[in-house]
Structure formats: structure tokens, C-alpha cells
């Protein structure tokens, strides 16, 4: 059964307390993972597509990188308008997107 | 980039009432939109799949009598709760293919009392 895990559930850091959140995942067929960031009563907003592993790209402070079993997303000193639920999905060859339940990111001034 | 444009934002509506919300694909054609249901601190649950010109697929445990979907046109899907009751209340985004990735309305937070 395809399925997508993310930790932690909920992280706390100083502004400038660089870190990674997981995603981990296991999917039939995978045809891209995604992040995306989302504030609240908001949709989510989309930072990154990763297709292979090895793949990794990087917007601002963040960074994104694929294994075949996971995905980590980095933040390097993050600010505190870096606060938010950050999520994680994938699409498998059914092209159904499965999301994971997501790590609410708070970041302290 | 992709935009897709969902209204209301909020709605608030009473028991056996009806609620319509539209998802619009402003500079892409839509040809497939994901209906999702967001409860208070919790992941995206994808409701359905609508593709322009035919039936939407709903996933396993959505009542499709209940959560009438409409995909008329390339660019408009739109999603009407039916008999509303309290326990429908909730967040509810639209998706679609779109720019870099899938593309998500801005939700709709619907209030059933």
C-alpha cells in the first residue's frame, strides 16, 4: 500500500537553528515527490518537485533532497516567516497524489 | 505560474442547505481537478477526481450523492455539498496540474450550523 510518513510532527526552532524535516515513503512506482508549504487557512503553496534519486534543488533557505525511501527538507537559519505546516506528497503510477500528514514548522525570534 | 482561483473563501450555511464551491484554472487548462478535505491539523484527504467531460471518481468512503462534482469545462470544476450538516463542516481545496507541480486553490472553509 502506498504510503507517506513524515517526522517529526511538530518542531520548534531558534530563528537561525538550521534543521530537516523527513519524508519517508513507499509508493508503487513513483512518479514525483513534492513539498509543499502551507499557512494556515491557506492551500498549500508549492516549493519543490523531485523526480529521481540524488535529485535535490533549493529555493532561499531551503533545500530538498530524494533518496529512493525518503526525502529531507532542510532549513538553513530559518526566520520566523518560516513558520508553517510544511507537507509532503508523492505520485505513484496510478497517478493518485498521497499526502503525508505534514510537520508544523515553528520558528522562534 | 499556474493559478487556480477557488471561491468562497468562507461560507457559512445552515443544516439541509446546499454550498456550490468553484475552482477556476486561470492561465492553464484544467483537464483533471482533485477535490481534497482538510480537517483542523490534519493532512489533505483526497475526496475525488474530476476530468472535464465525464463522471468524477470518488474515493472509497465519499458519498458521490453527497458531494456533487462538476467539471463543465477545461478552465471550471466546481464541487456542491448537498443537505449540508454540521459534520461536513470543514476545509475543502481543489488541485490541479499545473506549472511546476499541482497547483492548489486558496480553500474554502465551510461552517455548517
Known amino acids: 500500500e502506498d504510503q507517506v510518513t513524515q517526522s517529526p510532527e511538530a518542531l520548534r526552532l531558534q530563528e537561525g537553528e538550521s534543521s530537516s524535516l523527513n519524508c519517508s515513503y513507499t509508493?508503487?512506482?513513483?512518479?514525483?515527490l513534492f513539498w509543499y508549504r502551507q499557512d494556515p487557512g491557506k492551500g498549500p503553496e508549492f516549493l519543490f518537485t523531485?523526480?529521481?534519486a540524488g535529485e535535490e534543488k533549493e529555493k532561499e533557505r531551503l533545500k530538498a533532497t530524494l533518496t529512493k525511501k525518503e526525502s529531507f527538507l532542510h532549513i538553513t537559519a530559518p526566520k520566523p516567516e518560516d513558520s508553517a505546516t510544511y507537507l509532503c506528497?508523492?505520485?505513484?503510477?496510478?497517478?493518485?497524489?498521497?499526502f503525508g500528514s505534514g510537520t508544523r514548522l515553528s520558528i522562534r525570534p | 505560474g499556474a493559478v487556480v482561483s477557488q471561491h468562497p473563501s468562507r461560507v457559512i450555511c445552515k443544516s439541509g442547505t446546499s454550498v456550490k464551491i468553484e475552482c477556476r484554472s486561470l492561465?492553464?487548462?484544467?483537464?483533471?481537478m482533485f477535490w481534497y478535505r482538510q480537517f483542523p491539523k490534519q493532512s489533505l484527504m483526497l475526496m475525488a477526481t474530476?476530468?472535464?467531460?465525464?463522471?468524477?471518481?470518488?474515493e472509497q468512503g465519499v458519498e458521490k450523492d453527497k458531494f456533487l462534482i462538476n467539471h463543465a469545462s477545461l478552465t471550471l470544476s466546481t464541487l456542491t455539498v448537498t443537505s449540508a450538516h454540521p459534520e461536513d463542516s470543514s476545509f475543502y481545496i481543489c488541485?490541479?496540474?499545473?506549472?511546476?507541480?499541482?497547483?492548489f486553490g486558496s480553500g474554502t472553509r465551510l461552517t455548517v450550523v
Open positions: 506528497a508523492v505520485r505513484s503510477s496510478a497517478s493518485k497524489i498521497i
Open positions: 509508493v508503487s512506482g513513483l512518479r514525483g
Open positions: 523531485l523526480y529521481s
Open positions: 492561465d492553464f487548462q484544467a483537464t483533471t
Open positions: 474530476s476530468n472535464e467531460g465525464s463522471k468524477a471518481t470518488y
Open positions: 488541485s490541479s496540474l499545473g506549472g511546476d507541480g499541482y497547483t
